[in-house]
């Protein structure tokens, strides 16, 4: 019964902020389309497309519109070193974001999973605890988006030092090259390259860019690229053979990865499979026997034991990840 509660109640709230969201948008554009009608002064030139323009935002798909709600609302949030350090992760997973953009969203879905969860139990406590579930969780998608990413990247770093190479060779220089890899490549390589054009060109050094790059990046496989270029520009020496041995090199560890991620997936998914074991058992037992359970929930001893077991599957994961976590 709390749960069909709860989700009423969270539906109700969803549409009455979509309600509130649209008829604001509405009521805008009847002020806009009434200023228009009443106003007798004569068209400024370029007026009608800004206006056409303007009715074109208008029809943004709903995720552009949240977006740009969201970051129209962050505008109010004070900076501090937590915005700077989302910042900087925003970078590394290429997300239409600030960092207090990303800090509105967390606490939204932190009051989301706090509301939810506080209808369901009508308890503070376990209010508390989905609040932070939610933040918490934010910040996890955020870390598995940087590491798909740097994992694409690297994945595509052997092809690009390849197509760096025969650039160089047919005689395109550095920079060229790198202008050919941004319109050839996919995400992330063409983009990340893209910012290097970028930076260069509104008068940065290449050494700075790449820099950046490899920053955003925190790849290893990379930073050998990087030394071994900004050592051939002070040094000189073939930069096509030098990135000809690194991209080889490159293509060796990946597929040694891939190697090891074959080897390792029966522990991998050993360790999914008992940690959700507990949680699997324990829903069973409730359909079995609804009552069985209640003595943990209800019981100072049985919290303390839910506790103590839910810390020690956490560990077990992790201890497990540790093991099957074998670097190349």
Not at 53 to 76: F, G, M, Y
Not at 135 to 158: E, T
Not at 236 to 241: Q, R
Not at 251 to 273: I, K
């Amino acid at each position: 019964m709390r749960g069909i509660i709860a989700a009423v109640a969270a539906l109700l709230i969803f549409g009455i902020a979509a309600a509130v969201i649209l008829s604001k948008e509405k009521q805008e554009k009847e002020l806009h389309q009434r200023l228009n009608d009443f106003s007798q002064a004569e068209p400024e030139p370029g007026k009608e497309a800004r206006h056409a323009k303007a009715e074109k935002k208008d029809q943004r798909p709903l995720s552009e519109r949240l977006i740009a709600r969201v970051q129209k609302t962050s505008v109010h949030m004070p900076e501090f070193s937590l915005t700077a350090k989302l910042d900087e992760r925003m970078e590394m997973a290429d997300w239409p974001f600030l960092g207090r953009d990303y800090l509105v969203i967390l606490l939204v879905v932190g009051l989301i999973a706090a509301l939810v969860l506080g209808l369901l139990t009508f308890d503070v406590t376990t209010a508390v605890i989905g609040f932070a579930v939610g933040v918490v969780g934010g910040l996890i998608v955020l870390d598995a988006a940087i590491k798909k990413r740097r994992k694409a990247f690297v994945n595509q770093l052997g092809d690009m030092l390849t197509m760096v190479a025969n650039a160089l060779r047919a005689g395109f220089s550095f920079m060229q090259a790198f202008e050919l890899i941004s319109r050839e490549m996919d995400a992330p390589v063409g983009r990340e390259v893209a910012k290097v054009i970028r930076e260069v060109n509104l008068g940065a050094t290449l050494d700075t860019a790449l820099d950046h790059m490899e920053r955003r990046m925190q790849s290893p496989d990379f930073n050998l690229v990087v030394t071994a270029v900004l050592i051939q520009r002070q040094v000189g020496g073939n930069l096509a053979e030098i990135l000809d041995t690194i991209g080889e090199t490159i293509q060796e560890r990946v597929r040694m990865r891939r190697e090891v991620m074959a080897l390792t997936s029966q522990g991998r998914m050993s360790g999914f499979v008992l940690t959700a074991l507990p949680f699997g058992l324990a829903a069973v037992i409730s359909m079995i026997s609804p009552g069985y359970l209640t003595p943990l929930i209800e019981e100072p001893m049985g919290r303390m034991a839910i506790a103590g077991g839910l810390v020690l599957i956490v560990i077990g994961y992790f201890v497990i990840q540790r093991i099957v976590d074998i670097k190349p």
